[in-house]
């Protein structure tokens, strides 16, 4: 059957979407592929049509467990013969499954990777014809991204016992150059068609909000959003239980999520979300990939995420039918901090933490920015031509009041020139706004003619102009856990009076909180991040970080 009518027949859709069609096209010329789509740009179509117009059976390794029966639901209904392999199966299942493979009864079979390499199944599979396997979120083979599985490594192991080589065919929607590099490598992909479609979701409005009150703004914006079903984002499982019980205390009906959860709740909470019982989500990154709900209207990000290329995935769940939909990040500096704690937690290598920060930068300074955040968004992916304004952000649609700040620009930079480019962030918002701190007290105050000169600014003030500086490219930070502040070649037309700076006003508008405070917040706030992950990791919470590290990353961040 020719692929056309198998799309019409089977999936009921008339046309292919960009790129379906020479990803299947690809296979079933007997190449290797790779296809790089957004979430929900359709993926699944490209193995699934090929498995149904080749011989044998076709192989789809996939990490969610979810999916897999979904998908094999669906199938099935059409009268498509498929089935999975994982560990919610009982043995019963399992040996009826097995034997139906024996029997060669699938044109697919789902297998989760850890199952790949079992001797049953290695023996049984060698008696049937595979002549396509699709490695589906083949991220997840590569360390560089969020969701490495140490599974994804058995592949090339499970595929070079078998009799032929089969067809290979990896689907991720990740763009890193990194990781297209792991995924070629590692799956040893040869001369694989590769297919990169546009990364643009064009029904979800971006956008960021600075300074607001997060628990107010949430209760305001689901309010306005009726029964409408709706993602929260939260970076810590205790950030998702207290906003989960805020907003049931409101009389909302939100299910939580996250991995210190029991399977038994965490599928209790997914199912009701799904079938539109409780309409909002509060979760951690730990919900999520693979979820195929289509009307989620609003993915907030109450904290900034680790990356943009986990920030869209996420905020990408929403609007999978197409029609529109807001994806907003609630941005605040102190979760700067955190994530940076996290980062230098979970990263030994002092290579791989440094990524990990740049990573975090861009995110950063995607919040700072007043450019066009969608613009933003796709030149993170690589993506060449990118418009200038696309009226679907709230940077392009909302008029933000923007403040000259050139002067204050020239202080902040001829401070970090005198200063030898050698101090972070905060030590030269202290310098400049006259801090008695001990510390600055013991420089050499003489010859630092800055001392004092923005004296009528807060410390926070100036930090804030400091990291929209940085996010405009006019200073840079170094890629370690206290980053120091830098002058880049942009620099020097602001100095020299070539070049006019200006901040938006409500990135600027003051903190309610007061500098003291908002240090000792900080500071209680990490203690007690260090202390959950060290109940996560069964350690003592010192081991981890000591008081007087946390201390100075609460002060000098960011
Ligand atoms: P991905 O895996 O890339 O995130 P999916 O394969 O889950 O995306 O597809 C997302 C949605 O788009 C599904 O509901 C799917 O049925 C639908 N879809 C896929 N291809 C087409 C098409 N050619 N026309 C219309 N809808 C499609
Ligand atoms: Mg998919």
Redesign the pocket.
Known sequence: MNINNVLKEYFGYDSFRRGQEELIQGVIDGNDVLGIMP??GG??LCYQIPSLVTKGTTLVISP?IS?MKDQVDALTEVGISATYINSTLTSLQLNERLQNIKEDKYELIYIAPERLNHQGFINLIKNIDIPFIAI??SHCISKWGHDFRPSYREIPKFISNLETRPVIGA?T?TATEEIIEDIKDLLNLQEPKEVITGFDRENLFFKVENNIDKRSFILNYIKKRNDESGIIYCSTRKEVESLGSFLNDKRYHASIYHGGMNKEDREKAQHSFIYDESPIMVATNAFGM?I?KSNVRYVIHYNIPQSMEAYYQEAGRAGRDGEDSECILLFSPQDVVKQKFLIGESHVNPERASIAYKNLQYLVDYCYSHDCLRGKILEYFGEVDVIDKCDNCSNCTIERELKDVTIEAQKILSCVYRMNEKFGTTVVAQVLNGSKNKKVLNFNLDNLSTYGLMDNYTEKDIKNIIAMLISQGYLSLTESKFPVVRLTPTSKKVLKGNEKVYMAVDIFKENTSSSDNYYKDLFEELKSLRRNLALEKNIPPYVIFPDTSLKEMASILP
């Open positions: 979430t929900s993926k699944s969610l999916l589906d979120e689907y929607a693979g195929d």
